[in-house]
């Protein structure tokens, strides 16, 4: 055989010996063993089916349905400076040169290093330094040194991909957070609202038991009154008095509420006035359900990240398995005795270069080991996936059927207080005119007063019902356009060389 032959078999040969060597360690049967809930596959109510014939989209800035054009600031002012979100923000940043990191790693590597030394050598009658006894020279070295990873079986690549997935993640978490911070001042300022409309309602109750006390009064006065009549219109005002100034506590209590969602003093929640919120537009749903639907929410896109930076993690613990080859080199000058620069010179420069091979032989289960937790948390986030997704087809589910509750209530609710307020004119008109007596009066003025109550918190819970369907739908951030497709969370195989080695 020729002899160029065989010099070109060498490197062949090298190579076959390392994959001998690498298959003292097998995989030993480990995988994953999670698998992702096709969407569709779960199965949808009447709500949810019935919604789907409406062909729209929550809006990003769903808020300004409301009409408020106060609620529409202070949420601007909270995504400006509320902590959680500059935390969220953080964390984006942060994954993204953790990302660089791994990335950095499929790059050339060149380093420097240089010494100058002055060196004083020692006369030894044993073993020398023979001719630089007693002398004293410069002992000086300059030198780069280059690294490069061929990254034969991708366990740099895998590892950058990983990364930037846990960044894509964090992108999503972070429209989470905005997502959730929006919901909880809009919830907040309808309680806020709420408040307002019961102190109305508390304030208007204490003047119609004035107005019941004057009369009582005057009855009494007139002759055709008694005292009792007098002293049973005095007995609520206190109690009245009291549920007023407790909701003025609650309404100091939601501004203050609201400053903190905002990341401000309690001194900005002083400055809110009293809402005007309105709904007149019901929220129309898209065509595609569920599909779609779960899609868009940012805590299943953040989930699906995961599981995608799961299935790189496999990989890059496959990886492990194989030998690890790198192409280093090293460029410098050395010289000891000389000048200070004299190691500078032509004469003084030297070089290498070749690969480094490095093989996994015996770790003591490492390699498996870690095999066994990348597998372990693939199926990990692939159940918390699953989980994601289940929960957020009910909680989509739930708030259809309340939207479509409180609209029927509202109605109800309506019909009560009219009902009630027409009961309580009758009764104070027959109580002016002598034709009944007070506890009448009092028995319909507390109905009404009531259903004046249910009537505002139905209305309440009307609104707050729009914000968490919105909220449940994903709140109109789209983050479903920055989601990664099937191919990247679907678990990665066991390499073919390391499935023989198993066998």
């Known amino acids: 055989m020729p002899l160029r032959i065989i010099r070109g078999l060498k490197p062949l040969s090298v190579l076959a010996l390392t994959f001998v060597i690498s ?36 809006v990003a800035q769903w808020w300004r349905a409301y009409g408020d054009a106060q609620l529409n600031h202070w949420i601007e002012l909270a995504a400006q400076g509320n902590p959680s979100l500059a935390m969220a923000a953080a964390r984006v940043r942060e994954a993204r040169a953790m990302a660089g990191i791994a990335e ?21 009658q044993f ?23 061929l990254d034969l079986w991708g366990r740099e690549s895998n590892a950058s991909e990983r990364a930037l997935d846990m960044a894509h993640m964090s992108v999503a978490q972070e ?33 119609q038991q004035k107005q019941l006390l004057d009369l009582a009064q005057r009855r009494l006065r007139g002759g055709i009154g008694t005292h009792f009549e007098v002293s049973q219109a005095e007995t609520p005002l206190p109690e009245t008095h009291r549920q007023i100034d407790s909701l003025d506590e609650s309404i100091a209590l939601s501004r203050n509420q609201l400053a903190a969602l905002a990341g401000k003093g309690p001194g900005a929640g002083a400055t809110l006035q009293r809402p005007t919120l309105s709904l007149q537009t ?11 639907l ?53 004469k003084k420069f030297n070089y290498s270069v070749g690969p480094a091979v490095s093989l996994p032989i015996f770790d003591g289960g490492r390699l498996r080991s870690e095999l066994g937790e990348a597998a372990a ?37 309506s019909e009560s207080v009219a ?10 008109i027959a109580f002016q005119r002598g034709l009944t007596d007070y506890l009448n009066v009092l028995n319909a003025q507390t109905l009404l007063f009531r259903q004046q109550q249910i009537q505002q918190q139905v209305q309440a819970a009307r609104l707050s019902a729009h914000a968490q369907l919105v909220v449940a739908l994903g709140g109109g951030l789209s983050a479903g356009d920055d989601s990664p497709g099937e191919e990247k969370t679907r678990a990665p195989k066991t390499p073919a060389a390391l499935a023989a080695f198993d066998r």
């Open 23 to 58: 298959g003292c360690i097998g995989t030993g049967g480990i995988a994953p063993q999670g698998r992702s809930l096709p969407a569709n596959s779960l199965a949808t109510d009447e709500a949810i089916q019935s919604a789907a014939r409406d062909a729209h989209w929550p």
């Open 104 to 124: 950095s790693a499929e790059s050339l590597h060149i380093t420097g290093d240089s010494s100058l030394k002055r060196h004083n050598w020692g006369d030894d």
């Open 127 to 149: 073993y020398g330094p023979g001719n630089l006894a007693n002398a004293t020279t410069w002992d000086n070295s300059a030198s780069l040194g280059l690294s490069y990873s």
């Open 175 to 207: 429209r989470q957070a905005q997502l959730e911070l929006q919901d909880n001042i809009v919830r907040a300022y309808i309680q806020l609202s709420l408040h307002y409309a019961e102190r109305d309602i508390a304030e208007a109750t204490l003047e």
């Open 282 to 292: 019901p929220l129309k749903l898209p065509s595609a359900l569920p599909a779609q």
């Open 294 to 346: 779960l899609g868009q929410r940012p805590d299943v896109v953040a989930s699906r990240w995961r599981v995608a930076a799961q299935a790189r993690g496999i990989d890059v613990a496959h990886a492990g398995f194989y030998p690890n080859v790198d192409l280093v080199g090293s460029l410098g000058y050395v010289a000891t005795g000389g000048g200070m620069l004299e190691f500078l010179a032509g």
């Open 377 to 413: 948390g693939y199926d990990v986030a692939v159940a918390q996936y699953n989980q994601t997704l289940v929960t957020a087809l009910k909680s989509i589910s739930d708030q259809l059927i309340r939207r479509e509750s409180m609209d029927k209530q509202q109605a109800f609710a």
């Open 419 to 428: 009902s009630a307020q027409k009961t309580y004119d009758i009764a104070m």
